[in-house]
């Protein structure tokens, strides 16, 4: 009931009820703007999800925090480091590691879904933490990548009955039908090890002298001398966790899906390669200041936001209040779903939805259309819960996408034929598949190599 391609048939609002808690989807933007930012104060909570807060010990993420004073706390500390003026600054790391990426995708195509998740790491860990990691066998990576496995099946409303009947969370490890209890054991001290291990490494760094500048340090400088510096560390190290957690899987999901779209329509890769080369020349890659003469990688880069949803079903709202929304009764914790499958695939503001096509953002010139919706009315969250770090994301994916255009040519294997087949989670991320990667030239290698 909650898929996109029923909307058009349901109608825009779908409420129903399964043991005793009700269910509000929203399918359109209107719809998701009433509820979410023309009343936010009442449905910017989230509802109880005992498997992966209280079982897997995610109370600390800023997404699934209960709305409240200790949300508001760590999410002005966030945006502090991450508001739209900040992220400028990591630009230059960002593009450093694009370069990185393209030569280690050229060297090892095969594992260009690890090398992609490599390139996030490495910027957000010196950006968060002062730390670098260098390589796919991290000790920092290995425990992410355990402890996201964890969070993206536990996160799933619904998938565990103890969602629907917290009482089950008492039930001991042993008995019968509670392998749910063993897995959120073990997906607990995953992601104990997750939050905690990369922030004392960051501290012991910073009082050996050995850190470079980073969230954590410039939070850690912050604490007032007379505060309970417990609880100040704990919450930067919150903040801290939650910038990866916020900007690794989501930007990876994004450059994954870039990539199967360039395979996918070679004519439209060729068209931001030109567009590149004529802008940019042959004597160097392209930079942030570049992408103002560069409309249609932007709008390619939109497109992959649109095309694929990240979080095709958001993360999920609830209501602190019982309110009454188009002759529908919402009882107070509710739980409110912001369909973003379907609003992005809305044929009035995306005509021919299922089509990858960035002309959808261009005006007649060839220009960004002011007017074209913006995926990111609906691509990263609504109302107060919208991401924090979507500028930082979004930087991520135009420096990665516009030096893989510049340096590589990207083409499916050889008699496979692609398609957008997705692997749904909070997180969707493509189907494994294979494709060839072959640089445009030596010295467009060689200038990535520079870097």
């Known amino acids: 009931m909650v898929d996109g391609s029923l909307s058009s048939d349901v109608g825009d609002v779908v409420s129903f009820e399964s043991l005793g808690v009700t269910t509000v989807v929203l399918n359109s933007l209107q719809a998701t703007h009433d509820l979410f930012d023309k009343r936010s104060t009442i449905y910017s909570d989230r509802p109880r999800m005992p498997m992966i807060t209280e079982l897997c010990g995610w109370t600390q993420s800023l997404g699934l925090m209960h709305y409240g004073e200790s949300w508001r706390r760590h999410r002005r500390e966030f945006h502090q ?19 990185a ?3 280690k995708i050229l060297q090892d195509p095969e594992e260009f879904p690890v090398h992609i998740r490599r390139t996030q790491t490495a910027v957000i860990f010196k950006v968060a933490y002062g730390i670098d990691v260098r390589d796919e066998n991290n000790k920092f990576m290995l425990k992410i990548k355990e402890a996201l496995e964890g969070f993206a099946e536990a996160g799933v409303p619904g998938t565990f009955l103890v969602d629907r009947l917290p009482i089950l969370k ?5 008995f019968p039908g509670a392998a749910f209890k063993r897995k959120a054991k073990i997906w607990r001290k995953q992601a104990e090890e997750m939050w905690g291990a990369p922030f004392e490494e960051a501290k012991k760094l910073i009082s050996q002298g050995m850190h470079s500048q980073s969230m954590t340090e410039t939070m850690l400088s912050r604490i007032p001398e007379e505060s309970e510096r417990g609880f100040e560390e704990e919450v930067v190290r919150n903040v801290a966790g939650i910038a990866y957690l916020a900007g690794a899987d989501t930007t990876i999901s994004a450059m994954e899906t870039f990539i199967l779209a360039m395979a996918m329509h070679p004519d439209l890769q060729k068209r931001a390669q030109q567009e590149i080369d004529s802008v940019v020349g042959p004597n160097r890659l392209p930079e942030f200041a570049d992408f103002e003469q560069l409309p249609f990688v932007v709008a390619v880069c939109r497109e992959v936001l649109r095309w694929q949803p990240i979080t095709p079903l958001g993360i999920v709202h609830s209501n602190t209040e019982a309110d009454e929304y188009r002759g529908y009764h919402i009882p107070k914790g509710s739980m409110v779903i912001g369909n973003t499958w379907a609003i992005l695939r809305d044929e009035k503001a995306y005509p021919e939805p299922e089509v990858f096509k960035p002309d959808r953002f261009l005006d007649k010139d060839g220009k960004l259309d002011p007017n074209a919706q913006h995926p990111n009315v609906a691509a990263f969250g609504y109302g107060r819960r919208i991401c924090p770090g979507r500028w930082f994301g979004e930087q991520s994916l135009l420096s990665m996408a516009a030096t893989a255009l510049a340096v590589c040519d990207i083409q499916p294997v050889k008699g496979e034929k692609l398609e957008a087949n997705m692997l749904h989670g909070i997180v969707t991320h493509p189907a ?3 494709c060839s990667f072959r640089e445009r030239s030596a010295n467009a290698r060689l200038l990535a190599q520079e870097e």
């Not at 008492?170 to 042993?174: E, M, N, S």
Request: proline share 10%.
């Open 101 to 103: 990426l393209v030569l």
């Open 432 to 434: 494994p598949f294979r």
């Open 170 to 174: 008492y039930v001991p490890d042993w």
């Open 81 to 99: 480091l991450m508001n739209y003026k900040e992220v400028v600054n990591y630009q230059p790391l960002q593009l450093k590691e694009a370069r």
